[in-house]
């Protein structure tokens, strides 16, 4: 059964640089595509971007000056930075897996997510 | 950018009660959309994806409906372990731009 689970620093200062990984257990990276979604205490989801294994990306336009995704197959992680942070970036992150269904219709979802964890932006 | 406008943004219903939520995209996105339920604390779970089709052990109660730029959630009769949060997300356009609604909190009345 394939699980994801995110880390990395629950604080950073204003101006910095947040960086999260997100680790795939119980099957391979190489496949689908990966994604990071955020949302903020009490607010609604925001995507923030995905990765497919081969390195390719896709980023939210809103974030895009300052997110950067990255993929290391051989670890079976994928790793989130968004810099110069500010206390609008607080939020829980998510790590989820973007994945193609052909049958019947056929379309996309995001099927596996992590359980998300809380980066609080502050000094 | 394609905005989506999820409506309402609350609402109070109770246990068998038809419940109806909608996401109006603000351009055509086919039937690129899919609606995901979340508890307090939990990761969003998928529900139906494809507009109109149902995930995989997803209870029959609940269905999509809609194309273009209209979308509905319905779930037929309300259970209690259905009161949750209720997000749209489109996918439309290439390279995707995915865009969550606002999202719906389903209350007990």
Redesign the interface.
Known sequence: QVQLQESGPGLVKPSETLSLTCTVSGGSISSYYWSWIRQPPGKGLEWIGYIYYSGSTNYNPSLKSRVTISVDTSKNQFSLKLSSVTAADTAVYYCASWYYDSSGHGGWYFDLWGRGTLVTVSS | ?IQMTQSPSSLSASVGDRVTITCRASQGIR??L?W?Q?KPG?????LI?????L?SGVPSRFSGSGSGTEFTLTISSLQPEDFATY?C?Q?NSY?????????TKVEIK
């Not at chain 2, 939990?42 to 998928?46: F, I, S, V």
């Not at chain 2, 994806?49 to 089709?53: D, I, K, M, P, V």
């Open positions: 950018d039937n690129d899919g995901y979340q939990k990761a969003p779970k998928r994806y494809a507009a109109s089709s995930q997000y997300l996918h390279p995707p731009r995915l865009t969550f609604g606002g999202g």
